[in-house]
């Protein structure tokens, strides 16, 4: 089967960093995304990563290894509003997406 | 900026009820696609569709059938709404044909079935 794994809550302090892990098993592998869904909100797209290595944009990073079939979101500088959960998503190579279940982020001031 | 609006927020609807969820993206979007999302689950996909009054199956297209009459509108039916569909509905939009780009999503439609 196809799954993708990440830790289902994580806490952290505002001001510091965080690395939310997924890691995947899927038939083939087009690419991964990571979303940002707030509490009663549509997800948003964070990061797209099709190459292995890392992609920043700001406060968040994005790195994958394709024959470790892992990636994880690094998050700096952490503020109140990044409290929100964080999916993952993998494009096998049908490109059909495959969703983790999330991962509930908690920032404590 | 891409909006893409879902119809009702909040529903609630009886057992046995047909239930419409629409959907409505305004950046002529190709694809779009009907998810339900569930506590602990991955999303999940119901149908999707590449093309005005095209429609594919998805994972879990059981109890549910779609209607793309225009681009910009993809429609989710609940013939005969039953408990387990009590979830929350995001229907999201991606530009290109084939292949899947980044998703735009809409606010989502919570629906309980009492």
């Known amino acids: 089967g196809q799954n993708i794994d990440q830790p289902t809550e994580m806490t952290a302090t505002e001001g510091a960093i965080v690395q939310i892990n997924c890691t995947y098993q899927t038939s083939g592998f087009n690419g991964l995304f990571w979303y940002q869904q707030h509490a009663g909100e549509a997800p948003t797209f964070l990061s797209y990563?099709?190459l292995d290595g890392l992609e920043e944009k700001g406060r968040f990073s994005s790195f994958l290894s394709r024959s470790k079939g892992y990636s994880y979101l690094l998050l700096k500088e952490l503020q109140m509003k990044d409290s929100a959960s964080y999916l993952c998503?993998?494009?096998?190579?049908?490109?059909?997406?495959?969703w983790g279940a999330g991962t509930k982020l908690i920032i404590k001031p | 900026d891409v909006k893409v609006t879902q119809s009702s927020r909040y529903l609630v609807k009886r057992t046995g009820e047909k239930v419409f969820l629409e959907c409505v993206q305004d950046m002529d979007h190709e694809n779009m696609f009907w998810y339900r999302q569930d506590p602990g689950l991955g999303l999940r996909l119901i149908y999707f569709?590449?093309?005005?009054?095209?429609?594919e199956k998805g994972d879990i297209p059981e109890g549910y059938s779609v209607s793309r009459e225009k681009k910009e509108r993809f429609s989710l039916i609940l013939e005969s709404a039953s408990t387990n569909q009590t979830s929350m509905y995001l229907c999201?939009?991606?530009?290109?044909?084939?292949?899947?780009?980044?998703?735009?999503f809409g606010e989502g439609s919570r629906l309980t079935v009492l």
């Open positions: 999201a939009s991606t530009l290109g044909s084939g292949e899947v780009g980044e998703l735009f």
């Open positions: 998503a993998v494009k096998n190579s049908n490109y059909q997406l495959i």
């Open positions: 990563n099709v």
């Open positions: 569709s590449y093309d005005v009054k095209m429609k």
